[in-house]
T-cell receptor, first 111, second 111 residues
């Protein structure tokens, strides 16, 4: 089986712009979650989607949003980018046994 | 609120020496605890979970509810164990997809 796939892997954006990151979970996995990883804050949970519904949400401002499609693929969007949004964004999918598998991440740099 | 603390940012041992990576948590319910590992240039991957009660790559971890700890241990460290280790907590139930991570411990095993 292919692992969790994230695109793009690297991107550079300017302050004030918006960005959309994409995630394809492992085939058959219906739960997708997103995390932000920074040197200062570590790994922080953003949100989780299950069968196209947001199930859990972390403590991030409304500029961070996501969605899940009927094929379980997910996107997250960050609007009005700030310098502090520079981070590695990790997507993860969960199997029926509640094991979570992570993607390689999307590196976002905001300049 | 959930919290995971890994008191050691860096841990160095010599090959063949025992190693213990500490993890303490705070959560009012019955959590599920995990250890994740990230080897150089690889994605974050599950090492073990407390409910499995198994040994993976020689590592074991016991959940101590009285001390709210979930320390990771290995009796004889190997150079290939050098990696970043994260302790993580899930509240379970509908929050299985939401992991709260510690700050991580970088383990270096010297030859």
């Amino acid at each position: 089986k292919a692992g969790v796939t994230q695109t793009p892997r690297y991107l550079i954006k300017t302050r004030g712009q918006q960005v959309t990151l994409s995630c394809s979970p492992i085939s058959g996995h219906r739960s997708v979650s997103w995390y932000q990883q920074t040197p200062g804050q570590g790994l922080q949970f953003l949100f989780e989607y299950f069968s196209e519904t947001q199930r859990n949400k972390g403590n991030f401002p409304g500029r961070f949003s996501g969605r899940q499609f009927s094929n379980s693929r997910s996107e997250m969007n960050v609007s009005t980018l700030e310098l502090g949004d520079s981070a590695l964004y990790l997507c993860a999918s969960r199997d029926g046994g509640n094991t979570i598998y992570f993607g390689e991440g999307s590196w976002l740099t905001v300049v | 609120a959930q919290r995971v603390t890994q008191p050691e940012k860096l841990l160095s041992v010599f090959k063949g020496a025992p190693v213990e990576l500490k993890c303490n948590y705070s959560y009012s319910g019955s959590p599920e605890l995990f250890w994740y590992v990230q080897y150089s240039r690889q994605r974050l991957q599950l090492l073990l979970r407390h409910i499995s009660r198994e040994s993976i790559k020689g590592f074991t971890a016991d959940l101590n509810k009285g001390e709210t700890s979930f320390h990771l241990k290995k009796p004889f460290a190997q150079e290939e164990d050098s990696a970043m280790y994260y302790c993580a907590l899930s509240a379970g139930g509908t929050s299985y997809g939401k992991l709260t991570f510690g700050q991580g411990t970088i383990l270096t095993v010297h030859p």
